[in-house]
Structures are given as structure tokens and as C-alpha cells.
């Protein structure tokens, strides 16, 4: 199952979100560029158990090296797929959790939960002289908070079977809750990290977010920073292309939908993609809304409702939202 989105907009910049994928990409690029010291680079950068557990091993590393691994680590990648696919991943799941915490306090969960997957790694791989790199540990830990905080959220998923692509909409608590469930199996059926995969690192960082999420949002002190720095990233608009259900009676040729624009756009008119679920397949539509439009009003996408038996076709109305969260 590869995730495509999700259909939960964020209603605040995700700076810290794209800072951080922009900084795991840079340092992919200084990585690449080490050439034929590739491997030092990553032996000494990388998190290796060996260099905690083996005295001979510690014997070459400094304190300050030894301690700086431990973040390091997850921003190192083994190739360019595995840059994608967790970049695609944090791009996904990132933003939202960091509209529910605020810049600074998502900076430091992020770091923590890449520490607590590094440390269940090193527990259960204790022995092994083999460098796990990678941000999936810590990713693990923004779809752990992502679980709680969304879990009637969609992932649209492309799965292909026999080759053949579908996409489908699926509940974020069953796609994640599978994705974990995936991860343990994968533990507990090899030894290590066999296979360049450090599993529980992914296990240990996912309920690491949820702990640390709780426990967060538990905390006053938490909480005044989220408020405060949420003020300063406040989005004006809503996201560009959303998610469309429409509804309708039997007999009514027309379907019913709505459409989210910020008081912004209500004001200086915007443009929207709309992506209507039609049987297996997505149908695009692209929207203009007016300037000045009212909460309440009804823009009308003709011919693009029901097929009656007569051969003719209803409209498709949006009635316009004025989402009171972007202001």
C-alpha cells in the first residue's frame, strides 16, 4: 500500500514539516557526495550499536561523537527510494501533527521520538556493528501521534494488484494500525537488523509519538507554546485540492457537496481542485470561486450530477464553507 495523501488539511504553514525535509535532502546530497569515504561517513554518523556495547569499538569515538549519532542517524538515508519514501511519508503526516502542536514543540517531538527509536534499536540490537540510518524512527513517531490525533482521517492508497493500480480511501486507523502491525511481524520473524531494516526502531518510535503526544498535550507549559507560536503560522487559505462526497435523494438528479475556503478567499475569490470519488476511479473538477462570495452560497457544476433514466443529467452543487479556523 503506497499512501498518496490524506484528506485532513492543515490550517497552518508546516515550517518546521518542509524545514525538515529540506534539511534530510541536503544532507542526502553531502552524503552522496562523500565518494569513495562513503562508508566511514556513514560508520561514524550512523547509529552503531557495536560502538555502545564493544569497549575495543568506543575506544575510537569521542563522547561528543558518540552522543551526536544519536541524532545524526535520521538524517542519513541508504538511497535515494529510501530518502522518497520516508520524505513522502513526513510530507503526508507531518503537517497535521504539527498544526495540532506548533513549530517548536513538533521540532522537539520529532527529535525525541528519532531518540526513542534509536534506543530500542540499540536495546534489542545490542551486539550488532551494522549503522542504522534513516528518519523512519522518527517518522514513526509523527504517524504514531498522527493515529491518535486523526484516526477518522483518509489515506488515499494506491494499491496495485496484478499490476493493475487502485486507488482507494482508507480510514487512518486501520492504514496505520496495519502499518504497525506489519512492523512487528517483521520484528519478531528476523534477527536483528537483518536486511538493513531496523523494524523496532519503527515499533519503538510509533508508540514513543503516541506516549509523548499524550503527554504533551497533558503538560500546560506545552500547551502556552503551542498557542503562541500557531499564531504566527496561521494559514490564509485552504488547501487547494479537497476531498468531495456529494449526496442526494433518489429522486433528485442533483448531487450535494461543500466546499472549504477561508474568509480570505471568500474575500479576493480562489480557485480549487475538487476530487469527487466516482465508483473505482476520481473525478477532477476545477472550481473558481468569486470574490465576495457569502457562507452559505451555492456554486453549480452543471451536467456533472446523476444520469436519470430519461438520458438527462443533474448538477453538482458546493455549498460554500467559510472555514472560521483560517483567520
Do not use: C
Request: proline share 5%; no cysteine; hydrophobic share 45%.
Amino acid at each position: 500500500m503506497i499512501p498518496i495523501r490524506d484528506t485532513t488539511p492543515s490550517k497552518n504553514y508546516p515550517i518546521v514539516n518542509i524545514g525538515l525535509i529540506g534539511l534530510n535532502v541536503f544532507i542526502f546530497f553531502v552524503q552522496m557526495s562523500q565518494g569513495p569515504d562513503l562508508e566511514r561517513f556513514v560508520y561514524i554518523y550512523g547509529l552503531v550499536p557495536a560502538r555502545y556495547s564493544v569497549p575495543q569499538i568506543a575506544s575510537y569515538f569521542s563522547i561528543g561523537q558518540q552522543l551526536f549519532s544519536f541524532i545524526s542517524f535520521m538524517f542519513l538515508h541508504g538511497g535515494f527510494w529510501h530518502l522518497l519514501s520516508n520524505m513522502w511519508s513526513l510530507y503526508i503526516f507531518g503537517d497535521n501533527v504539527e498544526d495540532h502542536m506548533g513549530p517548536l514543540q513538533y521540532l522537539l517531538f520529532y527529535l525525541l521520538s528519532g531518540l526513542a527509536s534509536g534506543l530500542t534499536h540499540l536495546y534489542f540490537n545490542y551486539h550488532s556493528n551494522m549503522p542504522t540510518i534513516g528518519a523512519s524512527g522518527a517518522i514513526a513517531g509523527v504517524m504514531g501521534a498522527y493515529f491518535v490525533l486523526h484516526p477518522t482521517s483518509r489515506i488515499l492508497t494506491l494499491v496495485p494488484i496484478f499490476f493493475i493500480p487502485y486507488f482507494i480511501e482508507i480510514p487512518a486507523f486501520f492504514f496505520l494500525g496495519f502499518w504497525f502491525v506489519i512492523q512487528f511481524i517483521n520484528a519478531a520473524g528476523t534477527s536483528g537488523g537483518m536486511g538493513g531494516i531496523a523494524w523496532w526502531a519503527h515499533i519503538g518510535g510509533f508508540v514513543f509519538g503516541i506516549l509523548l503526544l499524550k503527554l504533551m498535550d497533558a503538560m500546560p507549559v506545552f500547551q502556552k507554546i503551542s498557542r503562541t507560536t500557531l499564531r504566527i503560522t496561521k494559514k490564509k487559505t485552504t488547501h487547494r485540492l479537497q476531498m468531495v462526497r456529494p449526496v442526494g435523494s433518489d429522486k433528485d438528479p442533483n448531487l450535494y457537496g461543500t466546499i472549504h475556503i477561508s474568509w480570505y478567499e471568500a474575500l479576493t475569490g480562489t480557485r480549487k481542485l475538487i476530487n469527487i470519488p466516482w465508483g473505482f476511479q476520481k473525478r477532477l473538477f476545477r472550481v473558481t470561486v468569486p470574490a465576495g462570495v457569502k457562507d452559505g452560497s451555492l456554486l453549480r457544476l452543471r451536467g456533472m450530477g446523476k444520469l436519470m433514466s430519461d438520458g438527462s443529467r443533474g448538477d453538482i452543487l458546493l455549498k460554500v464553507v467559510i472555514d472560521s479556523g483560517f483567520q
